[in-house]
């Protein structure tokens, strides 16, 4: 038994992976991180903008939001035969968009149709929905605790902070913030949520306790498209897709640290689960820029399918 186990932890752990949507392809690429090498592709619902793993990673939900054409579809994945097992008809939720895995089950929202909803991999349906009232209800986001979702309503500027009650039944509070919210995320302390608008170059940052605004700064942007903290929650990064720039804010004293130039139409941003990098999709240039977080440079490029966005680490 002994030798057993001391030959298992001998065993290199398993290779990562990035897999990373192609929105003009209508594709999913599994990609090894460490050499840009793309180890395979298969087919999604047209223009797939999110992508979510479960816990475990063996199952991937991938938003088909659509193109000219409003789309009602959620693409699982089988992440370790790496193959769309089903696509999710969702009727009337048009314009699937932002995911977010929480407690086992994925939750999105329908930009469309004003709603967030949640998809159960075990029953493969729709078993719950809640109408925010607001318009384009993009992103949401699962607290850390699974007790409530924050949503960016980019038409109405307004965050919904949706919170869980007894017996699945939920409660919105509406959080007014600045013109075109649209990236957020949750401090890694539990304690804020910061989003920033699209319209206006702003940050707005609410405590979740009290679901008010506390700050409002100016992070210098153009059209601000997704907002993510750092591991250690020291720095915020905003992707700035109008001026293909990548904003790297000082949580601390809200202070600008770094501007990077990526590019075409910056999106997606992803940071790895050991803090080192962060990815940020490159849409308008098909590529994947890698941000050395201790330098804080881009350090190499990853050559994608057609309009990255929305990605997901396997470790």
């Known amino acids: 038994m002994l030798a057993v186990l001391a030959l298992l932890l001998s065993l290199p752990a398993p290779a990562a992976e990035l897999l990373v949507l192609n929105k003009g392809d209508a594709t999913l690429s599994f990609i090894e991180p460490s050499t840009g090498r793309t180890l395979k592709t298969i087919g999604t619902g047209e223009g797939p903008h999110e992508i979510e793993l479960s816990a475990d990673g063996r199952l991937a939900v991938v938003s088909n939001y659509g193109a000219s054409v409003a789309g009602n579809t959620l693409s699982v994945i089988d992440v370790p035969e790496r193959v769309e097992i089903r696509r999710v008809d969702l009727g009337e939720l048009l314009r699937p968009h932002g995911l977010s895995f929480s407690g086992g089950q994925a939750y999105f929202t329908s930009e469309a149709s004003k709603r967030v909803a949640r998809f159960d991999p075990a029953s493969q349906r729709v078993d719950w929905q809640f109408e925010t009232g607001q318009e384009g209800t993009h992103m949401v986001l699962a607290s850390h605790d699974g007790q409530k979702l924050f949503a960016a309503n980019m038409g109405s500027n307004t965050v919904s902070i949706i919170a ?39 940050v707005s940052i609410i405590d979740i306790a009290s679901a008010k605004v506390v700050d409002t700064f100016d992070a210098g942007t153009r059209r601000s498209n997704r907002l993510k903290f750092t591991r250690d929650g020291k720095r915020v990064l905003i992707s700035d897709l109008a001026g293909g720039e990548l904003v ?3 949580v601390a004293s809200r202070a600008e640290q770094a501007r990077l130039a990526l590019g075409a139409a910056p999106t997606g941003i992803l940071i790895a689960p050991d803090g080192r990098n962060a990815y940020v999709a490159v ?10 977080l201790a330098l804080l440079k881009v350090s190499r490029t990853i050559d994608t399918g057609k309009s990255p966005d929305g990605m997901a680490w396997l470790q």
């Open 164 to 202: 869980r009650g007894a017996e699945d039944e939920w409660q919105q509070a509406l959080v007014a913030v600045g013109a075109g919210p649209e990236g957020l995320d949750q401090s890694p302390d539990g304690r804020q949520l910061w989003t920033a608008h699209s319209r206006d170059g702003r």
């Open 248 to 250: 790297i804010i000082d």
């Open 283 to 292: 849409s308008g240039a098909n590529r994947i820029a890698v941000i050395d």
